[in-house]
């Protein structure tokens, strides 16, 4: 900033002008900065982290943020000018740049992709294209009936969005209509920049201040007599707020909408407003208007007030600390007391969730003891929600924000404190688009750069997260014990091989887990039954000739949902209609393969008919509202057995679960990836928290084919050190994290010749430029073709102690850009995805 002072010191020395020029980080594709000129009138307004508003391209305007304030202008072009300044106080403030520039380093990824990511769209500005009459018209020729509509309408008003004239003549294509006008010099047409964010506004209205006495009230009474609808709603008003003893409540008044409401007539409201009886005036409020009663949080058990004190302790010591605490530990409780010390303080701070609507009760609750400082941020927000939410934090309105991995991007300039619950969670991961950034990862660069504490939570800690803390990286806290008299579940495993081999199964439920269940639900408990896959079936397949449906645009077997009675594509979104016979032979004999969620659901409902079974997945939680609906109908036993994927696994307390059974683990551990062990560990362990956490201790049946299986027998015993011991040794021994870091290249053409001769010759090229790093060779992913595009993955370990990790990345990025000029190679696209998880 100092730099920036002293620009600004010299602009008027004398009777010279200081000519300045700006590197804007545009939200483009590119891995560049762009120069603008500063026009002489923005030179002691020009700000680093402002928005921007800057000519791009032919028409185009974007949204910028100045980067950097210089006096050099651009060699290879000419600079064009600012348009125009957006905001006097920066949007982005220094912290921030620095942590936009980090990740696009340690990234891989252009300055405008991390601009996207960062500025919530409702702090861009859009274009409107508007149509006008054009002033010299002379209105002195024939004209089609379309087009007299459009013209009257003008001579009416001064402008009409461009969009809105379909509606004006009714109908749908108005290209002809527009360019005749046009030709007949009868309108122009312009475009007018506005911001996106608008505040929202509520009608209030109030009484006269020049009647609040009784007599001057009488007075109005008297000549409201014969008016009975305007004296209602006089009297309504009253009603509402008696101004007469306590005037001062009319300074605020009254929504519109509530006498309206009460049964008041709109159009006698704004008689009275004409006649100067009562005003009506825009209040701006809050999209998050606070409802909750407040409650104080729970006292901390002693056990629990110890861990407090050894956290405090441990980051006197070290910026990061590991929480270890098993499911049902009271995690929560020692989140908010650690919350509250630093709100206390003057500091802000940040709860990282993996995905806010799996964390609903977690909301409500931290709403209820911290009230009004909370902010919420999650993509399911509208964009004015969002940007209500940056400026709160920007303003100190929201000094406490529960939110998920784009809330690192957030205006913070005092943060005290990062706390990151299910730190373990792979969705911190960012896949597409770029940056593929992970929040986990970032949330420790962000903290350094503000100097605060880092908080790392779960009963299931990463294997790089617990080996940082064995290696003495970070401090490291265990809590061991469950909240209150509650005890871990007890882990059964169902042989399922066993079970058909004596027909005891039905359907895909052992009768081990549906005597359990059918013993649960008779004690008035409830039961989660957890199966990892959606849909009603994985696939289908003739039984005739084998013929399975096939996504036209990926390399994956359609997936059947009964429910809509269609077949779809969970990677590009393609559906098609169930076929009636095959495409193949034309045998009617199409059989449904596995199952998913959608068929257990209905098994269950078939075999107990007097209990209410319901599903938690991505399709019956798409609604705003749907997935918080679902959570207060079981916490409330509205409904009895509830059928999810890895939804029903995370942060949920329920008081009554006694039960949980897990389907299809085998499939889980077998996954062809090296963390297929520990992600369904972590997964198992997870979902077996939901039962039996109060006094009564819960079950957990695992289904199974392999009871012998070794990861099996840690999670039955709940020995996260076991595994993790197991584990470690694998991975050094294979040479994994955390003993090196990861870099995948994914290769991806239209043409599968193409993406495979561009990922041999970068190979090439890799092993040539990077010679100390392990470069392998490429190969095709368990999905070969996603979206029309065949892949090809290219893996490199780095070394961890490595310190040209920097260097690296920067031939990896030229050798990348050597493939992709090649005319040969055209079309090409290569994906940067660092830290892969």
């Not at 199966?531 to 036209?552: D, E, F, I, K, M």
């Amino acid at each position: 900033m100092a730099k920036i002072d002293s620009l600004q010191s010299m602009l008027f020395d004398g009777d010279e002008r200081v000519t300045l020029f700006v590197d804007i980080i545009l939200p483009v594709p590119v891995p560049k900065l762009f120069t603008y000129r500063v026009p002489n009138e923005f030179n002691k307004l020009i700000t680093e982290g402002q928005r921007v508003i800057v000519p791009f391209g032919q028409r185009n305007v974007l949204t910028g943020v100045i980067k950097h304030i210089h006096q050099n202008p651009p060699k290879e072009y000419e600079a064009r000018y600012v348009l125009d300044i957006l905001e006097a106080t920066p949007a982005f403030n220094s912290i921030m740049l620095k942590f936009l520039d980090w990740i696009g380093a340690y990234y891989m990824a252009n300055p405008g992709d991390v601009l996207n990511v960062a500025m919530p769209s409702g702090l861009k500005v859009s274009s409107e294209s508007l149509v006008q009459l054009n002033p010299v018209y002379a209105k002195d020729e024939l004209l089609a009936s379309d087009e007299e509509i459009v013209i009257d309408y003008l001579a009416a008003h001064e402008h009409i969005p461009f969009q809105e004239i379909p509606h004006l003549v009714g109908k749908k294509n108005i290209s002809k209509l527009v360019k005749s006008l046009l030709e007949k010099e009868a309108i122009l047409m312009f475009d007018k920049i506005k911001e996106r964010f608008s505040p929202k506004t509520i009608t209030y209205v109030r009484l006269n201040p020049g009647l609040l006495t009784e007599n001057e009230l009488q007075s109005v009474f008297e000549r409201l007599s014969k008016k009975s609808k305007q004296e209602e709603v006089l009297l309504s008003y009253l009603r509402h707020l008696p101004v007469l003893e306590n005037p001062s409540l009319n300074e605020k008044g009254i929504k519109k909408e509530a006498l309206i409401l009460s049964g008041c007539s709109p159009s006698s409201i704004k008689t009275l407003e004409s006649n100067n009886i009562i005003e009506s005036y825009q209040r701006i409020e809050s999209r998050f208007e606070q409802n909750l009663n407040t409650e104080e949080a729970h006292p901390l058990s002693g056990e629990q007030k110890e861990i407090v004190d050894q956290l405090l302790a441990s980051f006197e010591q070290k910026p990061i600390a590991l929480l270890h605490g098993i499911t049902g530990s009271g995690k929560t409780e020692i989140y908010i007391e650690l919350i509250q010390q630093v709100l206390n303080n003057g500091q802000q701070v940040l709860f990282l969730v993996p995905e806010i609507a799996l964390t609903t009760q977690l909301v409500v609750r931290l709403k209820k003891i911290l009230g009004d400082l909370v902010g919420v941020y999650h993509s399911r927000f509208s964009d004015n929600e969002r940007v209500e939410v940056w400026q709160g934090v920007q303003t100190g309105k929201y000094p406490f924000v529960i939110g998920v991995r784009s809330s690192l991007f957030l205006p913070f300039n005092n943060l005290g404190l990062i706390i990151i619950d299910e730190e373990h969670e792979p969705s911190y991961k960012q896949m597409d688009p770029s940056p593929r950034y992970h929040a986990r990862d970032a949330a420790l660069m962000l903290a350094s750069l503000h100097h605060s504490r880092v908080l790392l939570g779960s009963a299931t800690p990463s294997i790089e997260s617990y080996y940082h803390a064995q290696q003495g990286k970070y401090g490291f806290v265990e809590l061991n014990k469950r909240y209150g008299d509650a005890i871990l579940p007890k882990i059964e495993i169902a042989d399922i091989a066993h079970e058909k081999k004596k027909k005891t199964i039905k359907g895909h439920i052992t009768s081990q887990l549906f005597e359990a269940i059918g013993s649960a639900l008779s004690k008035d408990k409830q039961v989660i039954i957890f199966q990892n896959r959606r849909g009603y079936a994985p696939y289908l397949s003739c039984g005739v000739c084998g013929w399975t449906p096939h996504c036209p645009n990926c390399d994956v077997s359609l997936t059947y949902h009964m429910y809509k009675n269609e077949l779809r594509c969970h990677y590009c979104g393609y559906a098609e209609a169930m076929p009636p016979t095959c495409e193949a032979c034309g045998s009617t004999e199409i059989n449904t393969i596995n199952y998913g969620t959608e068929q257990l659901e209905e098994s269950l409902k078939l075999l107990l008919p007097e209990n209410k079974v319901a599903r938690m997945d991505q399709d019956t939680t798409k609604g705003k509202h749907t997935f918080e609906k679902l959570i207060d109908d079981f916490s409330n036993k509205r409904i009895d057995l509830l059928v999810g994927t890895q939804m029903v696994a995370k942060g949920l307390d329920f008081d009554h679960v006694s039960l949980v059974g897990i389907f299809d683990i085998d499939r889980m551990i077998h996954f062809p990836d090296f963390r297929s062990t520990e992600r369904t560990f972590q997964l198992a362990t997870q979902v077996a928290g939901r039962a039996g956490r109060r006094e009564e201790q819960g079950l957990v049946i695992i289904q199974s084919y392999n009871p012998e299986l070794p990861l099996l027998r840690h999670i039955i015993k709940h020995d996260y050190k076991a595994f993790y011991e197991e584990e470690i040794e694998e991975r050094q021994k294979f040479y994994y994290p955390p003993f090196v870091r990861l870099i995948k290249l994914t290769i991806r053409h239209k043409e599968a010749r193409l993406a495979f001769d561009a990922a041999y010759q970068l190979t090439d090229l890799l092993k040539k430029h990077i010679t100390n790093e392990k470069v392998y060779r490429p190969i095709q992913p368990v999905i070969g073709k996603i979206r029309n595009k065949y892949l090809q993955d290219i893996l490199i370990k780095v070394d961890r102690n490595t310190v040209h990790l920097n260097q690296v990345k920067l031939e990896i990025w030229k050798c990348a850009q050597h493939v992709l000029a090649s005319k040969e190679l055209k079309g090409v696209q290569i994906i940067f995805n660092v830290d892969p998880v």
